[in-house]
Structures are given as C-alpha cells and as structure tokens.
C-alpha cells in the first residue's frame, strides 16, 4: 500500500489528453514539492517535472505538472504510441522522514 | 557526461550479504546527496536509502534499517549501498540516483543509474 495514490492505469488515443492523479496527505505533498517520473519498459526512470510544475531542459511542453493541497496532477497532452510508459509521482513525508512514491500508473496509448 | 553505473548485483541466499557500487562520473559527486531505489518484479519503485554530500546524514526506509547501509567515498566518486541479512522481499533492481537541489527543501531524483538486479534466493 503506497502512501501516495496513484490510478493504476489510464489510457487514451493517439493526440488525446490524459491526466494522472496524485493524492497524499499535509504530511507530504501538502507541506512539500512533488516531482514526476517515467519509466519506460525495461528502461531505468526519467525525471520529467521537478517542482510540482516545472520542466527540466529537453522535457516537451506536451508535458505538465500541477499541485493542489495534498493532490498533484501530470498532464501528457498531444498523446503518442511512445508515452506508453508507467508514471511515478515522489515527494517527501515529513512524519515518516522518507522519501515516499506513489504506485505508479500505467499509461496506454490505444 | 553526467552518468551512473551500478554495480555488485547478484543471486545471493537468503540471510546472506551484498555490497552494491554506484560509480558517479560527469559532475560534482561531492555537492550532491545521493539516493538508492528499488523496484521489484513487476512492481513499483520505492526508496531505499539516502545519504548527505558528507556522509553525516543518513535516511533509510524502515524495512531494511538495521540490515542495509549506505556510504559514499567523495574521493573515488561512488556510493555504496551494503546489505546484510538479505530476505526474499530484497529481490529487485536497484537504482541509484542523484539528488538534485532547487531550493530549500527542492530536490528531484535526477539522474537515475541503469540498475543492479539482485536477486535473494535459496
């Protein structure tokens, strides 16, 4: 059972829009910075938002980030067969003093 | 280039030890915090371990205090994560990663090594 909760798998078309939902508590990403993952299979994860909403170089702004009290949200716009990843939010928990990620998502493209 | 490679995974029985090796190169090794993660089979990722740039702090998620610890050599560029009293619940890839800093209490998990499997098993 994670600490941070994330939707098992979403799925949409090609150039659709989908997002991915991050729940957790005050002790976490209500007192603290979310960031984002991919991982591709059989790949080691990306970094892909830093910040709650901030891009690093190199990441396409088909890609956003979003927080809001104890929920975050990543945003994949301009879907492609190559998005087809799964996706990890983490941030801090300052009661557990740990690094805590959600149990990923598992995006489709159909 | 900044890169991370992972080393020393294995088969190893359960109640048995392991020393992984993360060797850092294109950057400060020295400035940064360092981190380990794992993932099981077919499962997600989960943070195992961290370490402050000078070795004083260090953070471990509860289920393998006392059995895993982690240390870094600034002077080789390599941190190291060693695991004794191995379980079968150990088995996975073992990343380790940069801790990237943005601000105060700012920091993103970037980059990321390839992974050592271990694997615990009789």
Known sequence: QSVLTQPPSVSAAPGQKVTISCSGSSSNIGNNYVSWYQQLPGTAPKLLIYENNKRPSGIPDRLSGSKSGTSATLGITGLQTGDEAAYYCVTWDDSLSAWVFGGGTKLTVL | ?122
Do not use: H
């Not at chain 2, 004083?56 to 600034?74: C, H, L, M, P, W």
């Not at chain 2, 619940?89 to 990663?97: G, I, K, L, N, Q």
């Open chain 2, 1 to 122: 280039e900044v890169q991370l490679v992972e080393s020393g995974g294995g088969l190893v029985q359960p109640g048995g030890s392991l020393r992984l090796s993360c060797a850092a190169s294109g950057f400060s090794f020295s400035s940064f915090w360092m981190t380990w993660v794992r993932q099981a089979p077919e499962k997600g990722l989960e943070w195992v371990a961290n370490i402050k740039q000078d070795g004083a702090e260090k953070y471990y998620v509860d289920s393998v205090k006392g059995r895993f610890t982690i240390s870094r050599d600034n002077a080789k560029n390599s941190l190291y994560l060693q695991m004794n009293s191995l379980r079968a619940e150990d088995t996975a890839v073992y990343y380790c990663a940069r801790l990237d800093y943005y601000g105060w209490r700012n920091y993103a998990f970037d980059p990321w090594g390839q992974g050592t499997l271990v694997t615990v098993s009789s």
